[in-house]
């Protein structure tokens, strides 16, 4: 009974912005999980390639407007680690981001696991959407070569990401260029490693299909670790802190009129840490 009394006031201590904001990667994570790895598991014989890569891009794109105002709309271990270096989030809100991940792509893949045993004929053991390589891939890539890929692949999406997000929140057309990366990344990595670019869509299949998977998991998450970390680097150098939004538009505007003043209109600035 003591333990009851103390949950109210534990619940009321919450706070509200850093629940709603883990709350939406645990959710986002899991319908990403559910759906997109879900066209792997239950469709691939009647979507191919193009379809899981769309599936992947089209969820994500759907997502990232739907949850984006609310915590970024990270949804990917990897992005988060990149938002982290860049200090546009401080580590402690990294940590829950990731947790919250990690627990929603499992959950996702329970749901997707309790729906694909109601399928006869399809096979969960040693499969079920898990990514892999030598004899798991399609194309038998070796580790070194699985590894490589994965670092470019992640390095793209969690590029854009950063090249067109502000702060945390995604505005505009931001969303498209993000689901289109991840389809581009599908379309190439799904013959070679069925593409993590996301170590919690990776985690979370590979714990239900046991054997090779689990032994191969740790591909998926060292390599797009080091992609997000080295994209972050690069996005740096191209679209620094303090550099101008369009240096294009700003090497294209009109030298000072001599004797008036006037010059290139003032530009917006990224910003710097949130």
């Not at 004929?121 to 590894?147: L, W």
């Not at 191209?238 to 030298?255: I, K, W, Y």
Request: with cysteine.
């Amino acid at each position: 009974m003591d333990a009851l009394k103390n949950v109210k006031p534990a619940l009321a201590n919450l706070d509200p912005v850093k629940t709603r904001t883990a709350a939406s990667e645990f959710l986002g994570t899991l319908l990403l999980v559910l759906f997109a790895v879900g066209s792997v598991v239950l469709a691939a014989d009647y979507i191919g390639v193009v379809g899981i890569a769309l599936t992947f891009g089209f969820t994500l794109l759907a997502l990232v407007y739907a949850l984006g105002p609310v915590s970024g709309c990270h949804l990917n271990p990897a992005v988060t680690l990149g938002l982290l270096l860049e200090r546009r989030i401080t580590i402690h809100t990294a940590i829950e981001y990731w947790i919250a991940q990690l627990v929603g792509g499992i959950v996702g893949s329970a749901i997707l696991f309790l729906i694909a045993k109601q399928v006869p004929g399809i096979k969960t053991d040693g499969t079920f959407g898990s990514n892999g390589y030598a004899e798991r891939s399609a194309v038998h890539i070796n580790t070194g070569g699985a590894f490589l890929a994965e670092v470019v692949l992640t390095f793209l999406l969690v590029f854009v990401v950063l090249a067109v997000t502000h702060r945390v929140a995604v505005v505009g057309f931001g969303g498209l260029a993000i689901g289109l990366a991840l389809a581009v990344d599908h379309l190439i990595g799904v013959p070679l490693t069925g593409t993590s670019v996301n170590p919690a869509r990776s985690i979370g299949p590979a714990l239900f299909a046991g054997g090779a998977a689990l032994s191969q998991l740790w591909l998926f998450i060292v390599a797009p670790l080091v992609g997000g970390a080295l994209a972050s680097y690069a996005h740096r150098v191209t679209h620094p802190p303090h550099g101008v939004a369009m240096l294009a538009d700003e090497l294209a505007a009109p030298e000072p009129l001599a004797g008036t003043g006037e010059g290139r209109p003032d530009r917006p600035h990224y910003g710097g840490p949130a």
